[in-house]
């Protein structure tokens, strides 16, 4: 039966190619990962240790490799394209484990884009091939980090508007929540782009995400949820026994510390006036949890805005020691559709000038958490900077004549470079060897090393 996780052919077709493309006596590649810029000026690293538990740990079998000679014959029309001799290397010399060494920033750390991430070598010099037949599946580390950096500065975001309206940031790790399982093309998608979001918070939907976390990172539960309605479940109430389903929602969960309604199947605005602000209101008020109001549909700014002016007229408001309107402790809102890190700003600066605290609300996001990004988003790539050739080392690099992609060479580390006026530290990529070198060995010939612990990870990723 045909293996799906057959590492000889988790790559691009011609990667197979190319062990006969080096200069003879090549004898090392090395290579490196970095991000080149993009969306945000820093990337926060995550999802490596997934990567290399899940297909560097299990070694490849001669039944692997016999498939993938079988399987090349057929995709090139050619029995001379598949390196069967480097392969059966591979398993005589090194047991099937893949002879890599694999140097990385500790997982959660947060560094500028254009420095070295990652670098990768071969640690035997008849398997310089393997450097970047592998470069493929160690690329799509890309989405990890990317996911992790966007929920990150998602978070700074609401934490900078905590800090103007709020008296306190007591809860901002459950201000963003992950709705994105639908959202992506797979679950192992949602999986790995759910962790990366769970470093940075612990609210989350995504159900696969937390699994995960337990699996590969130790994590007994990296995330918690609260019961919530769909449309659903409303609609099918009838629009006129909406109030009825409202009051099921009561009966059920209120004595949980938040539940949460979607309210916006027919009028969202006569939703938090009159049934919740009246019909319902000593219901509300009555129960021990909070109830979370969610409108699904209209302008988001507009929309929460109304919703606020609405909630704090019918249960009243108190204002903070900032000088900000908080509802009563017994409700508050959820935006939930069309949420991305430049619409939370908005809504948020918006309550802001309505004199309205953050504190208020909460966030969900889903395909704009986990799908709008891709690997140009910080213009991530792997790229080979170095080589052995006859002995001799020599540097490895290009530089187009047109456009900006002239890429490091030499063999390279990430060091800090002192901490400036600002406060914040500063990293610099230079020639390895130093002691203080910031990356970390993480995998070498298939044995893990500073394999991180989740709590760990959102330690370093903290804002």
Same mark, same amino acid.
């Given at each position: 039966?045909?293996?799906?996780?057959?590492?000889?052919?988790?790559?691009?077709?011609?990667?197979?190619?190319?062990?006969?493309?080096?200069?003879?006596?090549?004898?090392?590649?090395?290579?490196?990962?970095?991000?080149?810029?993009?969306?945000?000026?820093?990337?926060?690293?995550?999802?490596?240790?997934?990567?290399?538990k899940k297909y560097f740990q299990t070694p490849v079998t001669r039944e692997n490799v016999a498939e993938a000679y079988s399987f090349c014959a057929d995709h090139f029309g050619s029995v001379k394209i598949f390196n069967?001799?480097?392969?059966?290397?591979?398993?005589?010399?090194?047991?099937?484990?893949?002879?890599?060494?694999?140097?990385?920033? !500790?997982?959660?750390?947060?560094?500028?884009?254009?420095?070295?991430?990652?670098?990768?070598?071969?640690?035997? !010099?008849?398997?310089?091939?393997?450097?970047?037949?592998?470069?493929?599946?160690?690329?799509?580390?890309?989405?990890?980090?990317?996911?992790?950096?966007?929920?990150?500065?998602?978070?700074?975001?609401?934490?900078?508007?905590?800090?103007?309206?709020?008296?306190?940031?007591?809860?901002?790790?459950?201000?963003?929540?992950?709705?994105?399982?639908?959202?992506?093309?797979?679950?192992?998608?949602?999986?790995?782009?759910?962790?990366?979001?769970?470093?940075?918070?612990?609210?989350?939907?995504?159900?696969?995400?937390?699994?995960?976390?337990?699996?590969?990172?130790?994590?007994?539960?990296?995330?918690f949820s609260i019961p919530a309605s769909e449309h659903s479940t409303i609609v099918s109430w009838e629009q006129g026994g909406e109030v009825d389903a409202y009051a099921n929602m009561i009966s059920k969960y209120s004595d949980q510390p938040l539940y949460a309604c979607v309210s916006d199947s027919y009028d969202i605005n006569r939703a938090c006036d009159e049934y919740w602000g009246k019909i319902l209101k000593n219901k509300v008020l009555a129960g021990k949890g909070t109830l979370v109001v969610r409108p699904d549909s209209g302008d988001p700014v507009d929309v929460d805005l109304e919703?606020?002016?609405?909630?704090?007229?019918?249960?009243?408001?108190?204002?903070?020691?900032?000088?900000?309107?908080?509802?009563?402790?017994?409700?508050?809102?959820?935006?939930?559709?069309?949420?991305?890190?430049?619409?939370?700003?908005?809504?948020?600066?918006e309550m802001m000038r309505k004199h309205w605290s953050a504190e208020n609300i909460s966030f969900g996001s889903g395909g704009k958490l986990l799908q709008d990004l891709n690997r140009d988003t910080q213009e991530w790539k792997i790229a080979c900077s170095s080589a052995v050739v006859e002995g001799n080392e020599r540097p490895v690099f290009k530089s187009p004549k047109n456009g900006n992609k002239t890429s490091k060479k030499g063999r390279l580390g990430l060091y800090t470079n002192g901490v400036t006026h600002d406060g914040k530290q500063h990293y610099i990529t230079r020639e390895e060897g130093r002691h203080d070198d910031i990356l970390q060995l993480v995998y070498e010939n298939g044995e893990l090393f500073n394999t991180p612990k989740f709590s760990e990870i959102r330690e370093r990723a903290a804002v």
């Open positions: 039966m045909f293996d799906e996780r057959n590492l000889c052919l988790l790559l691009d077709s011609y990667k197979i190619t190319q062990w006969q493309q080096y200069p003879p006596n090549t004898t090392n590649i090395y290579s490196h990962r970095v991000p080149r810029g993009g969306l945000f000026e820093a990337v926060t690293d995550f999802g490596l240790t997934y990567s290399l069967w001799n480097g392969w059966q290397h591979v398993l005589n010399k090194h047991g099937g484990f893949i002879p890599l060494r694999i140097k990385s920033v !500790p997982e959660g750390m947060t560094i500028p884009v254009k420095n070295v991430f990652t670098t990768i070598e071969n640690t035997c !010099p008849e398997c310089y091939w393997v450097t970047n037949y592998f470069e493929t599946l160690l690329m799509q580390s890309w989405y990890p980090a990317t996911v992790c950096t966007y929920s990150r500065e998602c978070k700074k975001v609401i934490k900078k508007y905590l800090e103007l309206t709020a008296d306190t940031l007591d809860g901002l790790e459950f201000k963003l929540v992950d709705f994105g399982v639908r959202g992506v093309g797979t679950m192992e998608e949602a999986e790995i782009g759910g962790m990366a979001h769970l470093v940075n918070f612990k609210s989350t939907d995504n159900m696969p995400s937390i699994m995960k976390c337990r699996q590969y990172y130790n994590e007994r539960m990296a995330g919703c606020l002016e609405s909630l704090g007229r019918n249960f009243g408001v108190s204002v903070n020691s900032k000088g900000y309107k908080v509802l009563h402790p017994k409700v508050r809102l959820i935006q939930g559709d069309r949420v991305d890190y430049f619409m939370i700003g908005e809504i948020l600066e």
